[in-house]
Protein backbone atom coordinates (compact mmCIF):
# COMPACT_ATOMS: atom_id res chain seq x y z
CA UNK A 1 0.00 0.00 0.00
CA UNK A 2 1.20 3.51 -0.74
CA UNK A 3 0.52 5.42 2.56
CA UNK A 4 0.83 9.13 0.72
CA UNK A 5 -1.86 7.85 -1.96
CA UNK A 6 -4.31 6.65 0.45
CA UNK A 7 -3.73 9.68 2.76
CA UNK A 8 -4.15 12.18 -0.14
CA UNK A 9 -7.51 9.95 -1.86
CA UNK A 10 -8.70 9.51 1.54
CA UNK A 11 -8.69 13.55 1.89
CA UNK A 12 -9.77 14.32 -1.57
CA UNK A 13 -12.85 11.64 -0.41
CA UNK A 14 -13.52 13.61 2.53
CA UNK A 15 -12.98 17.10 0.65
CA UNK A 16 -15.39 16.04 -1.44
CA UNK A 17 -18.17 14.73 0.63
CA UNK A 18 -17.61 17.19 3.75
CA UNK A 19 -16.63 20.54 1.70
CA UNK A 20 -13.48 20.41 3.68
CA UNK A 21 -10.42 18.75 3.85
CA UNK A 22 -9.01 16.57 6.84
CA UNK A 23 -7.30 18.49 10.12
CA UNK A 24 -3.60 18.27 10.06
CA UNK A 25 -3.95 15.95 13.17
CA UNK A 26 -6.64 13.35 11.20
CA UNK A 27 -4.02 13.06 8.83
CA UNK A 28 -1.53 12.46 11.33
CA UNK A 29 -3.46 9.82 13.11
CA UNK A 30 -4.67 8.37 9.47
CA UNK A 31 -0.73 8.10 8.42
CA UNK A 32 0.02 6.81 12.29
CA UNK A 33 -2.52 4.18 11.76
CA UNK A 34 -1.96 2.78 7.85
CA UNK A 35 1.89 3.06 9.52
CA UNK A 36 0.91 0.56 12.23
CA UNK A 37 1.79 2.67 15.25
CA UNK A 38 -0.10 2.92 18.24
CA UNK A 39 -1.73 6.39 19.77
CA UNK A 40 1.35 6.37 22.00
CA UNK A 41 3.96 6.46 19.38
CA UNK A 42 1.52 9.04 17.22
CA UNK A 43 1.86 10.92 20.90
CA UNK A 44 5.40 10.15 21.07
CA UNK A 45 6.27 11.53 17.67
CA UNK A 46 4.10 14.96 17.44
CA UNK A 47 3.03 17.41 19.93
CA UNK A 48 -0.03 16.28 20.61
CA UNK A 49 -1.36 14.61 24.35
CA UNK A 50 -2.55 11.08 23.99
CA UNK A 51 -5.35 12.28 25.79
CA UNK A 52 -6.46 14.10 23.02
CA UNK A 53 -5.58 11.68 20.22
CA UNK A 54 -7.17 8.71 21.69
CA UNK A 55 -10.25 10.33 23.52
CA UNK A 56 -11.02 13.40 21.14
CA UNK A 57 -9.50 13.69 18.06
CA UNK A 58 -8.88 9.68 17.08
CA UNK A 59 -12.91 8.67 17.66
CA UNK A 60 -14.55 11.68 15.27
CA UNK A 61 -11.75 10.54 12.70
CA UNK A 62 -13.41 7.21 12.65
CA UNK A 63 -16.58 8.07 12.58
CA UNK A 64 -16.12 10.73 9.87
CA UNK A 65 -14.45 7.92 7.68
CA UNK A 66 -17.78 5.91 8.13
CA UNK A 67 -20.42 8.20 7.10
CA UNK A 68 -18.18 8.93 4.14
CA UNK A 69 -16.98 5.52 2.71
CA UNK A 70 -19.92 3.65 3.90
CA UNK A 71 -18.53 1.09 6.00
CA UNK A 72 -17.50 0.48 9.74
CA UNK A 73 -14.32 2.07 9.93
CA UNK A 74 -11.76 1.73 13.24
CA UNK A 75 -8.04 1.90 13.87
CA UNK A 76 -8.22 -1.80 13.82
CA UNK A 77 -9.55 -2.45 10.68
CA UNK A 78 -8.05 0.80 8.84
CA UNK A 79 -5.92 -0.87 6.64
CA UNK A 80 -7.75 -4.27 4.92
CA UNK A 81 -10.56 -1.50 4.98
CA UNK A 82 -9.34 1.48 2.91
CA UNK A 83 -7.01 -1.22 0.63
CA UNK A 84 -9.91 -3.28 0.09
CA UNK A 85 -12.41 -0.34 -0.50
CA UNK A 86 -12.90 -0.27 -4.60
CA UNK A 87 -13.82 3.57 -5.10
CA UNK A 88 -10.41 3.89 -3.12
CA UNK A 89 -8.50 1.33 -4.59
CA UNK A 90 -9.83 2.96 -8.30
CA UNK A 91 -8.28 5.85 -7.28
CA UNK A 92 -4.86 5.06 -5.76
CA UNK A 93 -4.37 3.34 -9.11
CA UNK A 94 -4.16 6.30 -11.40
CA UNK A 95 -0.51 7.56 -12.59
CA UNK A 96 2.37 8.91 -10.52
CA UNK A 97 1.66 12.19 -13.19
CA UNK A 98 -1.56 12.91 -11.93
CA UNK A 99 -1.03 12.25 -8.18
CA UNK A 100 1.48 15.25 -8.54
CA UNK A 101 -0.87 17.02 -10.34
CA UNK A 102 -3.60 16.27 -7.60
CA UNK A 103 -0.84 17.20 -4.61
CA UNK A 104 0.09 20.31 -6.68
CA UNK A 105 -3.33 21.52 -6.73
CA UNK A 106 -4.22 20.99 -2.74
CA UNK A 107 -1.04 22.56 -1.87
CA UNK A 108 -2.12 25.52 -4.17
CA UNK A 109 -5.56 25.24 -2.40
CA UNK A 110 -4.43 24.94 1.10
CA UNK A 111 -2.13 27.97 0.69
CA UNK A 112 -4.44 30.08 -0.11
CA UNK A 113 -8.23 28.85 1.69
CA UNK A 114 -7.38 28.32 5.10
CA UNK A 115 -9.56 27.01 7.53
CA UNK A 116 -12.34 30.17 7.57
CA UNK A 117 -14.64 31.70 10.89
CA UNK A 118 -17.67 33.54 9.26
CA UNK A 119 -15.25 34.68 6.75
CA UNK A 120 -18.37 35.78 4.58
CA UNK A 121 -18.79 37.92 6.92
CA UNK A 122 -15.23 39.53 7.53
CA UNK A 123 -14.47 39.70 4.27
CA UNK A 124 -15.83 43.58 4.19
CA UNK A 125 -13.44 44.09 7.70
CA UNK A 126 -11.84 47.02 7.47
CA UNK A 127 -8.05 47.07 9.55
CA UNK A 128 -7.43 49.16 12.20
CA UNK A 129 -3.28 49.15 12.80
CA UNK A 130 -2.41 48.46 15.19
CA UNK A 131 -4.96 46.57 16.22
CA UNK A 132 -4.87 43.51 14.45
CA UNK A 133 -1.45 43.25 14.46
CA UNK A 134 -1.06 43.53 18.54
CA UNK A 135 -3.81 40.67 19.23
CA UNK A 136 -2.00 38.87 16.73
CA UNK A 137 1.05 38.68 18.33
CA UNK A 138 -0.41 38.43 22.14
CA UNK A 139 -2.72 35.38 20.95
CA UNK A 140 0.89 33.88 20.15
CA UNK A 141 2.15 34.22 23.59
CA UNK A 142 1.40 31.37 26.56
CA UNK A 143 -1.52 32.15 28.77
CA UNK A 144 -1.94 35.60 27.08
CA UNK A 145 -5.41 37.84 27.70
CA UNK A 146 -6.68 40.33 25.16
CA UNK A 147 -9.38 42.65 26.74
CA UNK A 148 -11.13 44.35 23.67
CA UNK A 149 -13.37 47.53 25.06
CA UNK A 150 -15.55 49.79 23.33
CA UNK A 151 -19.01 51.03 22.77
CA UNK A 152 -21.29 49.11 21.03
CA UNK A 153 -21.47 48.25 17.49
CA UNK A 154 -17.96 49.96 17.50
CA UNK A 155 -16.34 46.03 15.62
CA UNK A 156 -15.43 44.62 19.11
CA UNK A 157 -17.48 40.92 17.61
CA UNK A 158 -15.46 41.42 13.82
CA UNK A 159 -12.03 41.68 15.35
CA UNK A 160 -12.99 38.84 17.66
CA UNK A 161 -13.47 36.71 14.67
CA UNK A 162 -10.55 37.89 13.67
CA UNK A 163 -8.35 36.60 16.09
CA UNK A 164 -9.97 33.15 15.94
CA UNK A 165 -9.01 33.28 11.81
CA UNK A 166 -5.63 33.75 12.71
CA UNK A 167 -5.82 31.27 15.94
CA UNK A 168 -6.59 28.51 12.93
CA UNK A 169 -4.01 29.46 10.82
CA UNK A 170 -1.52 28.68 13.55
CA UNK A 171 -3.63 25.10 14.85
CA UNK A 172 -5.10 26.56 17.77
CA UNK A 173 -8.42 24.95 18.59
CA UNK A 174 -11.49 28.20 18.89
CA UNK A 175 -14.36 28.40 21.00
CA UNK A 176 -16.36 31.65 20.77
CA UNK A 177 -19.09 31.92 22.89
CA UNK A 178 -21.43 34.67 23.43
CA UNK A 179 -22.28 35.23 27.38
CA UNK A 180 -26.06 36.19 25.73
CA UNK A 181 -26.61 33.13 24.79
CA UNK A 182 -27.35 31.77 28.52
CA UNK A 183 -30.88 31.61 30.24
CA UNK A 184 -31.33 34.49 33.19
CA UNK A 185 -31.93 31.00 35.79
CA UNK A 186 -28.25 30.04 34.50
CA UNK A 187 -26.74 32.95 35.09
CA UNK A 188 -28.38 33.73 38.26
CA UNK A 189 -26.69 30.76 39.21
CA UNK A 190 -22.74 30.06 39.39
CA UNK A 191 -22.79 26.36 39.31
CA UNK A 192 -25.42 26.52 36.59
CA UNK A 193 -23.39 29.08 34.41
CA UNK A 194 -20.25 27.26 35.13
CA UNK A 195 -21.88 24.09 34.27
CA UNK A 196 -23.03 25.92 31.52
CA UNK A 197 -19.90 27.04 30.35
CA UNK A 198 -18.02 24.08 30.52
CA UNK A 199 -20.54 21.91 28.69
CA UNK A 200 -20.66 24.61 25.68
CA UNK A 201 -16.81 24.39 25.66
CA UNK A 202 -16.88 20.61 24.68
CA UNK A 203 -19.21 21.13 22.39
CA UNK A 204 -17.28 23.28 20.26
CA UNK A 205 -14.68 21.86 20.66
CA UNK A 206 -16.06 18.06 19.79
CA UNK A 207 -15.40 16.63 23.13
CA UNK A 208 -17.45 14.59 24.70
CA UNK A 209 -19.38 15.92 27.15
CA UNK A 210 -18.05 15.13 31.00
CA UNK A 211 -19.37 17.57 33.01
CA UNK A 212 -21.77 15.70 35.24
CA UNK A 213 -19.49 13.20 35.50
CA UNK A 214 -17.09 15.19 36.33
CA UNK A 215 -18.51 17.66 38.55
CA UNK A 216 -17.95 16.57 42.29
CA UNK A 217 -20.24 17.79 45.72
CA UNK A 218 -17.06 17.97 47.36
CA UNK A 219 -15.35 20.93 45.30
CA UNK A 220 -16.50 24.46 45.34
CA UNK A 221 -17.57 25.42 41.77
CA UNK A 222 -14.70 27.45 40.29
CA UNK A 223 -12.62 24.66 41.59
CA UNK A 224 -15.34 22.16 39.60
CA UNK A 225 -14.61 24.20 36.37
CA UNK A 226 -10.53 24.43 36.87
CA UNK A 227 -10.99 20.52 37.01
CA UNK A 228 -12.94 20.12 34.43
CA UNK A 229 -10.59 22.15 32.09
CA UNK A 230 -7.26 20.80 33.07
CA UNK A 231 -8.49 17.37 32.64
CA UNK A 232 -10.80 17.31 29.56
CA UNK A 233 -10.15 20.68 28.10
CA UNK A 234 -6.50 21.22 27.87
CA UNK A 235 -3.57 19.13 27.85
CA UNK A 236 -0.33 20.18 27.99
CA UNK A 237 1.13 18.69 24.82
CA UNK A 238 -1.81 18.95 22.80
CA UNK A 239 -3.21 22.08 20.47
CA UNK A 240 -3.30 25.45 22.22
CA UNK A 241 -7.25 26.65 22.91
CA UNK A 242 -8.44 30.40 22.19
CA UNK A 243 -11.53 30.73 24.29
CA UNK A 244 -13.64 33.76 23.38
CA UNK A 245 -15.99 35.30 25.50
CA UNK A 246 -18.14 38.39 24.42
CA UNK A 247 -20.81 40.39 26.14
CA UNK A 248 -18.45 40.00 29.17
CA UNK A 249 -20.40 43.17 30.42
CA UNK A 250 -23.88 40.89 30.46
CA UNK A 251 -22.43 39.18 33.81
CA UNK A 252 -22.13 42.98 35.32
CA UNK A 253 -25.51 42.89 36.14
CA UNK A 254 -25.73 39.81 38.27
CA UNK A 255 -23.21 40.73 40.87
CA UNK A 256 -24.08 37.10 42.74
CA UNK A 257 -21.85 35.05 39.87
CA UNK A 258 -19.54 38.05 39.02
CA UNK A 259 -17.00 38.14 41.61
CA UNK A 260 -16.56 34.72 41.65
CA UNK A 261 -16.72 34.08 37.49
CA UNK A 262 -14.21 37.01 36.99
CA UNK A 263 -11.85 35.77 39.98
CA UNK A 264 -11.71 32.31 38.13
CA UNK A 265 -10.83 33.93 34.53
CA UNK A 266 -7.97 35.87 36.02
CA UNK A 267 -6.50 32.89 38.54
CA UNK A 268 -6.73 31.14 35.21
CA UNK A 269 -4.54 33.86 33.12
CA UNK A 270 -2.01 33.88 36.55
CA UNK A 271 -1.92 29.80 36.52
CA UNK A 272 -0.64 29.99 32.73
CA UNK A 273 2.68 31.97 34.63
CA UNK A 274 3.36 28.32 36.12
CA UNK A 275 1.53 25.55 35.28
CA UNK A 276 1.92 23.50 32.14
CA UNK A 277 -1.54 23.11 30.77
CA UNK A 278 -2.92 26.41 30.93
CA UNK A 279 -0.19 27.97 29.34
CA UNK A 280 -1.96 26.54 25.90
CA UNK A 281 -4.65 28.73 26.86
CA UNK A 282 -5.65 31.88 25.67
CA UNK A 283 -8.79 34.39 26.92
CA UNK A 284 -10.01 37.07 24.62
CA UNK A 285 -12.97 39.02 26.22
CA UNK A 286 -15.00 41.76 24.76
CA UNK A 287 -17.53 44.47 26.51
CA UNK A 288 -19.12 47.62 26.12
CA UNK A 289 -19.70 48.98 29.41
CA UNK A 290 -17.43 50.24 31.80
CA UNK A 291 -16.56 47.88 34.83
CA UNK A 292 -19.19 49.41 37.58
CA UNK A 293 -19.49 46.45 39.97
CA UNK A 294 -16.83 46.41 42.89
CA UNK A 295 -13.80 43.68 42.21
CA UNK A 296 -10.90 42.89 44.04
CA UNK A 297 -8.21 44.79 42.23
CA UNK A 298 -6.26 41.78 42.71
CA UNK A 299 -9.36 38.67 42.03
CA UNK A 300 -9.82 41.07 38.22
CA UNK A 301 -9.45 40.15 35.02
CA UNK A 302 -9.77 44.11 33.71
CA UNK A 303 -6.46 45.33 34.76
CA UNK A 304 -4.13 42.43 33.31
CA UNK A 305 -3.67 41.51 29.67
CA UNK A 306 -3.68 43.37 26.58
CA UNK A 307 -6.53 46.23 26.76
CA UNK A 308 -8.15 47.53 22.96
CA UNK A 309 -9.68 50.14 22.31
CA UNK A 310 -11.24 50.10 18.68
CA UNK A 311 -11.46 53.84 16.84
CA UNK A 312 -13.53 54.92 14.58
CA UNK A 313 -12.74 54.35 11.08
CA UNK A 314 -10.19 56.95 9.38
CA UNK A 315 -11.33 58.55 6.07
CA UNK A 316 -8.82 56.84 4.64
CA UNK A 317 -10.30 53.35 5.76
CA UNK A 318 -13.55 54.45 5.25
CA UNK A 319 -12.18 55.03 1.51
CA UNK A 320 -11.02 51.77 1.84
CA UNK A 321 -14.31 50.18 2.54
CA UNK A 322 -15.76 51.87 -0.23
CA UNK A 323 -13.75 49.98 -2.22
CA UNK A 324 -14.04 46.51 -0.94
CA UNK A 325 -17.62 47.19 -1.87
CA UNK A 326 -16.41 48.23 -5.48
CA UNK A 327 -18.04 51.88 -5.09
CA UNK A 328 -16.03 54.84 -6.36
CA UNK A 329 -17.10 58.15 -4.63
CA UNK A 330 -15.10 61.30 -4.55
CA UNK A 331 -14.19 63.04 -1.70
CA UNK A 332 -17.20 65.69 -1.22
CA UNK A 333 -19.50 62.44 -0.97
CA UNK A 334 -17.11 60.90 1.76
CA UNK A 335 -16.83 64.02 3.82
CA UNK A 336 -20.79 64.92 3.81
CA UNK A 337 -21.50 61.07 4.95
CA UNK A 338 -18.74 61.20 7.50
CA UNK A 339 -20.16 64.80 8.74
CA UNK A 340 -23.49 62.81 9.48
CA UNK A 341 -22.43 59.77 10.94
CA UNK A 342 -18.87 60.50 12.32
CA UNK A 343 -16.68 57.17 11.55
CA UNK A 344 -18.65 54.93 13.55
CA UNK A 345 -18.29 51.03 11.79
CA UNK A 346 -21.72 49.56 12.13
CA UNK A 347 -23.15 53.40 10.83
CA UNK A 348 -20.94 53.55 8.11
CA UNK A 349 -21.69 49.90 6.86
CA UNK A 350 -25.07 50.36 6.86
CA UNK A 351 -24.95 53.48 4.87
CA UNK A 352 -22.78 51.70 2.20
CA UNK A 353 -25.39 48.55 2.05
CA UNK A 354 -27.85 50.71 1.45
CA UNK A 355 -26.62 53.28 -1.03
CA UNK A 356 -25.06 50.42 -3.23
CA UNK A 357 -28.58 49.74 -4.72
CA UNK A 358 -29.18 53.92 -4.86
CA UNK A 359 -26.10 54.91 -6.34
CA UNK A 360 -26.78 58.45 -7.68
CA UNK A 361 -26.22 61.64 -6.19
CA UNK A 362 -29.69 62.34 -5.68
CA UNK A 363 -30.25 59.66 -3.72
CA UNK A 364 -27.23 60.29 -1.83
CA UNK A 365 -28.33 63.32 -0.72
CA UNK A 366 -32.10 62.09 0.14
CA UNK A 367 -30.57 59.79 2.29
CA UNK A 368 -28.60 61.95 4.46
CA UNK A 369 -31.46 64.36 4.89
CA UNK A 370 -33.64 61.59 5.92
CA UNK A 371 -30.93 59.81 8.52
CA UNK A 372 -31.90 61.39 11.47
CA UNK A 373 -35.44 61.23 10.95
CA UNK A 374 -38.29 58.20 11.45
CA UNK A 375 -38.72 58.31 7.81
CA UNK A 376 -34.43 57.14 7.62
CA UNK A 377 -32.43 53.92 7.43
CA UNK A 378 -31.35 54.33 11.08
CA UNK A 379 -35.21 54.52 12.35
CA UNK A 380 -34.94 50.97 14.39
CA UNK A 381 -31.44 51.82 15.56
CA UNK A 382 -32.30 55.20 17.04
CA UNK A 383 -35.24 54.30 18.61
CA UNK A 384 -33.84 51.27 20.59
CA UNK A 385 -31.25 54.26 21.98
CA UNK A 386 -34.36 56.13 22.85
CA UNK A 387 -36.18 53.88 24.23
CA UNK A 388 -32.63 52.52 26.62
CA UNK A 389 -32.19 56.49 27.25
CA UNK A 390 -36.01 56.52 29.00
CA UNK A 391 -34.72 53.20 30.70
CA UNK A 392 -31.95 54.21 32.84
CA UNK A 393 -33.01 56.74 35.60
CA UNK A 394 -31.54 60.30 34.81
CA UNK A 395 -29.76 58.92 31.17
CA UNK A 396 -32.62 61.07 29.19
CA UNK A 397 -31.79 64.34 31.02
CA UNK A 398 -27.64 63.62 30.92
CA UNK A 399 -28.21 62.95 27.00
CA UNK A 400 -30.27 66.44 26.51
CA UNK A 401 -27.72 68.06 28.31
CA UNK A 402 -25.09 67.09 25.96
CA UNK A 403 -27.06 67.83 22.52
CA UNK A 404 -28.13 71.11 23.56
CA UNK A 405 -24.64 72.41 24.31
CA UNK A 406 -22.26 73.61 21.63
CA UNK A 407 -19.43 72.71 23.31
CA UNK A 408 -18.48 69.42 25.33
CA UNK A 409 -20.16 69.11 29.01
CA UNK A 410 -19.14 67.29 32.62
CA UNK A 411 -21.55 65.07 33.76
CA UNK A 412 -21.55 62.61 36.80
CA UNK A 413 -18.85 60.05 35.93
CA UNK A 414 -21.90 57.66 35.73
CA UNK A 415 -23.48 59.33 33.03
CA UNK A 416 -20.55 60.23 30.54
CA UNK A 417 -19.60 56.21 31.00
CA UNK A 418 -23.30 54.84 30.18
CA UNK A 419 -23.69 57.40 27.25
CA UNK A 420 -20.50 56.54 26.00
CA UNK A 421 -20.67 52.91 26.52
CA UNK A 422 -23.86 53.09 24.26
CA UNK A 423 -21.99 54.84 21.51
CA UNK A 424 -23.73 57.92 21.44
CA UNK A 425 -21.11 60.04 23.25
CA UNK A 426 -17.26 60.19 22.58
CA UNK A 427 -14.37 61.75 25.44
CA UNK A 428 -13.24 64.98 25.50
CA UNK A 429 -10.76 65.26 28.65
CA UNK A 430 -13.14 64.31 31.29
CA UNK A 431 -16.50 66.03 29.08
CA UNK A 432 -18.64 64.57 26.35
CA UNK A 433 -20.29 65.61 23.04
CA UNK A 434 -22.61 63.59 20.89
CA UNK A 435 -20.22 60.76 19.49
CA UNK A 436 -22.09 62.39 15.45
CA UNK A 437 -24.09 64.85 13.76
CA UNK A 438 -27.04 61.97 13.39
CA UNK A 439 -27.31 61.42 17.09
CA UNK A 440 -27.42 65.33 17.81
CA UNK A 441 -30.28 65.69 15.37
CA UNK A 442 -32.27 63.05 16.31
CA UNK A 443 -32.63 63.52 19.70
CA UNK A 444 -32.12 67.08 19.82
CA UNK A 445 -35.61 66.60 18.11
CA UNK A 446 -37.17 63.51 20.24
CA UNK A 447 -35.76 64.60 23.09
CA UNK A 448 -37.12 67.78 23.43
CA UNK A 449 -40.49 66.72 22.58
CA UNK A 450 -40.32 64.57 25.83
CA UNK A 451 -38.87 67.21 27.98
CA UNK A 452 -42.38 69.28 26.28
CA UNK A 453 -44.40 67.07 27.20
CA UNK A 454 -43.02 66.56 30.86
CA UNK A 455 -43.30 70.25 31.68
CA UNK A 456 -46.76 70.23 30.17
CA UNK A 457 -47.42 67.20 32.49
CA UNK A 458 -46.37 69.11 35.90
CA UNK A 459 -47.77 72.25 34.87
CA UNK A 460 -51.19 70.67 34.50
CA UNK A 461 -50.55 68.62 37.99
CA UNK A 462 -50.01 72.05 39.58
CA UNK A 463 -53.68 73.66 37.98
CA UNK A 464 -55.49 70.29 39.22
CA UNK A 465 -54.17 70.88 42.60
Not at 57 to 67: A, I, N, S, V
Not at 97 to 118: E, F, G, H, M, Q
Not at 336 to 346: F, S
Not at 355 to 370: A, P
Request: glycine share 4%.
Amino acid sequence: MNIDRVVQAVDDRVSEREGKPLKKVERLILRGSLEGKTYEQIAKESRYSLTYLKQATGPQLWKKLTEVFGENISKTNIQVTLNQHPDLRKTTEVTQLNIDRVSDARNSIDSNIKPTYKQSKTSFYVERPPVESSCYEAISQPGSLIRIRSPRRMGKTWLMERIFQHALEQDYRIAPLNLLQPEREVVDNLDKFLRWLCSIVSRRLGVENEVDRAWSERRGSNDNCTAYFENYILQETGPDLVLGLDNVDRIFQHENIAKDFFGLLRSWHEDAQIYKPWKNLRLVIAYSREVYIPLNIERSPFNVGLPISLPEFTQAQVQKLLGIHQLNWNEAQIDRLMEMLGGHPYLLNCSIEFLKSHDGEREFYQFLEKAPTDAGLYRNHLRELLYTLQKEPGLEDAMYEVIQADNPVQLNPNQSFKLYSLGLAIWKGNKVEPRCQLYRSYFKTHLKLLSQKQTDSKKLSRIEE
